[in-house]
């Protein structure tokens, strides 16, 4: 139809799952005096993701447009991202956005104002909002599958189902690298060193970065502050009673130092995985180490170095040694310290950093924002495209991950109880004021000072992107809440924060403002830790993923055998591989689904599927958000430069909007 210069109606149908519908619509139109329009029927067949447009005849051009009130003719759901009134002409302020972004039917007709995003104490038709918020509950359920266990979706709604076309993608992806391994186990050379490790890779598996350095220890002291686990490292001001380093084992180390001048200085850092020890787990004769590693400033490079690591707590009660290797030590026997140390990272990272703290913690507060925020909230707005396709992500992570026999069962030390455990060991202790804040958490852990601690990629590229984030979610809150009092008056944010720390909802600990927010600082504090966390935050420990785990003595989730005891063995590259690596079939299935986690699954971030902000100086926000994303892709890329290994992670524009992988 040619609507150009006349009035129209476009009417733009959800790009989700089984959106579309053959429908009737009537639409009335209310004008600021409440004068009502006739009541206009139009019928078509309203497919996902396209855009119908049709005439409006009689349209009253002299008064404003106030709402609309939208009833469809049959009793088949259909899900309406906008409606658009196009008075006619070219000017774009003749256009009036209704977004809808929500189910309707025969028994749940819509009343949309334009722009519709307001406060519920602002709007006129609250009754309706609360109904649609009931309805919301019915259809975003939460259950607890397993106590101790963060909560999920207990059925998807269709809408956050994944695009058929996204989903097909993935699984063309996994069906040819699957074939593709298949080739490489044909064709793989006996390992017996460490050059060979290069026939373990070809078509869809290229060399991962790591192949070059995965052996010196600058690129272990990089993989504290640009790898997997970048929240570990922390400065080290005493020496833990049970790690049993002193002036005679490492002083030789210290740059002419004492481990006392060290500390005061500012010059050590260490981790400890003391949440390892002890973990109960299905053993099936493999050895989980629970280390702790010491690491040094280095006085010429200023990297990051270990100096010693201690692969368990404590003594064994057999008797068997736990020494402290040290970075002089016979250089095999150095080398299987930090491959065993680097096992226990790589279960916690797979685990924690990234299955529990950014999926699972991600779900369920992702459910929790359909539950109690209605879809006219502005706080519903600035959130959901972070939340795009986390809840079908983490259906698949339970059916096809966490299942016996799956990835986490087959492919690393934990297994699958050892999984659990350690979740819910974890969840018990994790704060989001402590860990989801980055400035305090960076802060609390002593890495915040770039003059004490200078190379680290993760704080250094972040850290600018977390203020960014904050800036833009500081711009949004403030538009709608002009002060506290307002805060406080709106039932569904409210409502919202009571969730978060609601035992049978997400029950997290440190949510600032403890359930409930009186100050504006604390809605702004947990909307941009979410926000960061599901996009930037996601990446730094998912992108990664293969050119860490793709090499399994670089970061290896599984590991054969025991973990050295004494200096006599390993003595030599094959003696490494015989004695620690894990069949092939295990190798080459962490390599397939490294090579899937490290896709981008969704728009890059600032860049939304959908708009959702459409008041002018909410829309300058989001330019404004934009606009600072291509400025610090500037700073990164001149950072990187300056950088010996290179971390491209956190380039705004490889970041997604969402955890969608």
């Known amino acids: 139809n040619n609507t150009r210069d006349k009035a129209s109606l476009r009417v733009i149908t959800g790009d989700v799952k089984h959106a579309g519908s053959l429908n009737s619509i009537y639409l009335t139109i209310i004008y600021e005096n409440k004068l009502r329009s006739e009541k206009y029927k139009f019928s078509g067949l309203f497919l996902a993701g396209e855009i119908d447009v049709f005439p409006l005849n009689n349209l009253n051009t002299s008064c404003e447009i106030h709402k609309i009130i939208v009833e469809v003719n049959y009793d088949v759901d259909w899900f309406v991202e906008r409606f658009e009134i196009c008075r006619g002409g070219s000017d774009p302020k003749r256009v009036h956005v209704f977004p809808a972004m929500r189910w309707v039917n025969k028994n749940r007709p819509l009343k949309i104002r334009e722009y519709d995003c307001l406060l519920p104490q602002d709007d006129d038709d609250i009754d309706e909002r609360v109904e649609n918020l009931i309805y919301q509950k019915s259809r975003y359920e939460l259950e607890e599958s397993i106590v101790g266990i963060p909560r999920h979706i207990k059925d998807i709604p269709v809408e956050q189902q994944y695009f058929t076309s996204y989903l097909m993608g993935i699984m063309k992806e996994k069906g040819e690298l699957m074939i593709q391994s298949k080739a490489i186990a044909m064709n793989a050379q006996k390992l017996v060193k460490f050059k060979v490790l290069e026939s373990l890779y070809g078509f869809g598996f290229p060399i991962p970065y790591s192949l070059a350095h995965w052996d010196s220890d600058k690129w272990f002291g990089n993989q504290r502050c640009a790898g997997l686990n970048p929240h570990l490292i922390h400065r080290c001001k005493e020496i833990p009673e049970n790690f049993k380093v002193n002036n005679d084992l490492v002083g030789h180390l210290l740059d002419g130092h004492t481990l006392e001048e060290a500390m005061a200085k500012g010059l050590l850092y260490m981790t400890n995985l003391s949440i390892l020890d002890g973990l109960e787990r299905d053993e099936r004769g493999l050895t989980l180490c629970s280390p702790m590693a010491l690491f040094k400033i280095d006085a010429v490079s200023h990297c990051l170095l270990p100096i010693a690591i201690q692969l368990f707590q404590n003594d064994h009660e057999d008797g068997t040694p736990n020494p402290v290797f040290v970075a002089t030590d016979p250089v095999h026997v150095w080398l299987a310290a930090k491959i065993w140390y680097n096992n ?17 913690v991600g779900e369920v507060l992702s459910v929790v924002t359909y539950r109690h925020l209605s879809s006219s909230h502005p706080i519903y707005r600035l959130l959901v495209p972070h939340y795009m396709f986390v809840m079908p992500t983490g259906v698949r992570g339970r059916v096809g991950i966490l299942t016996p026999g799956n990835w986490i069962d087959m492919a690393f030390q934990v297994g699958l109880t050892g999984h659990r455990n350690l979740v819910k060991k974890f969840i018990k202790e994790w704060r989001f004021d402590e860990n989801w804040v980055l400035p305090k958490d960076l802060e609390q852990r002593g890495v915040d000072d770039k003059e004490v601690f200078p190379k680290y990629p ?25 002060d506290n009092e307002r805060l406080e008056n709106d039932q569904e944010i409210q409502a919202w924060a009571a969730s978060l720390t609601d035992p049978n909802e997400c029950n997290l600990k440190g949510i600032p ?45 599984l590991l054969v055998g025991k973990p050295p005891s004494t200096m006599e063995e390993p003595n030599s590259e094959e003696q490494i591989l015989s004695m620690y690596m894990p069949p092939l ?77």
């Open 585 to 661: 079939k295990v190798i080459l299935l962490n390599n397939i689904v490294a090579k899937i986690l490290s896709m981008r699954g969704t728009n890059v971030l600032g860049k939304f599927e959908v708009q959702y902000f459409f008041h002018k100086e909410a829309v300058d926000a989001v330019s404004r958000f934009r606009e600072k994303l291509r400025d610090v892709e500037i700073l990164i890329k001149k950072q990187n430069e300056d950088r010996e290994f290179d971390y491209s992670y956190l380039l705004p524009s490889n970041l997604p909007n969402s955890t969608a992988v």
């Open 513 to 557: 403002g403890n359930g409930k927010f009186t100050d504006k600082q604390q809605l702004i504090d947990v909307a941009t830790g979410i926000i960061f966390y599901a996009s930037a935050g996601h990446a730094a420990i998912n992108l990664p993923q293969y050119n860490e785990y793709a090499l399994n003595l670089n970061f290896a989730s």
């Open 344 to 360: 226990s990272e790589a279960n916690i990272h797979q685990v924690l950093t990234h299955l529990a703290l950014t999926h699972m």
């Open 458 to 482: 993760f704080r250094d590229d972040g850290l600018p992107i977390y203020r960014i984030i904050e800036d833009y979610v500081r711009d949004i809150v403030n538009l709608y809440y002009c």
